[in-house]
């Protein structure tokens, strides 16, 4: 069954990182396409800056939240890997658990911010201003997700009663 869930995780991750990865090529597109036509047209679309920002809001969330996963996020590996290796568990248990804390603030305040801009419209773009921080719940309650099967992982090994990962397994 853990390997089954663990399966069902790394494809979640793969999607998250397709839809960051999809949002970052349309983004490249519209912003070649404003250069282009402010210096060669000299008539650039004015709303190409805000879903810039929008985008680059989903694109960052997005894949910091594949980054939990995968454990490609900043974190003391160094530290990590000179440790004994139940120690260096330990060590990323902790560093998974507070991965976990600050996603549940970014969570709670994020909802918070969502709640209080979707009333507001974009300025340019008919949207409602709550769609740039919708992303910051959801990656947060990927991030809690993904931290927290990291810990039971990290846990189930250092015990003993989890199957050895290989170096990097998480990594691409």
Known sequence: MPGTLFRIIDRIERILIG??????????????????????????????????????????LLGAAGAVWTGDHMRLEFVT?????????????????????FAAFLLTNGWLLTEATWTSRMSTIPLPLGVTYVVLPIAAAFMIAFAALRVVRNAAEALGTGSPRKEGADAR
Do not use: H
């Open 81 to 101: 890997k000179k440790l004994p290796k139940r120690f260096g568990l330990v060590l990323e248990i902790l560093i998974d658990a507070a991965i976990g804390w």
């Open 19 to 60: 839809v960051a990865a999809a949002i970052m090529g349309l983004l490249s597109v519209l912003v070649c396409w404003q250069v282009f036509a402010r210096y060669v047209l000299q008539n650039s679309p004015i709303w190409v800056e805000e879903f810039s920002v929008t985008a680059i809001m989903w694109i960052g």
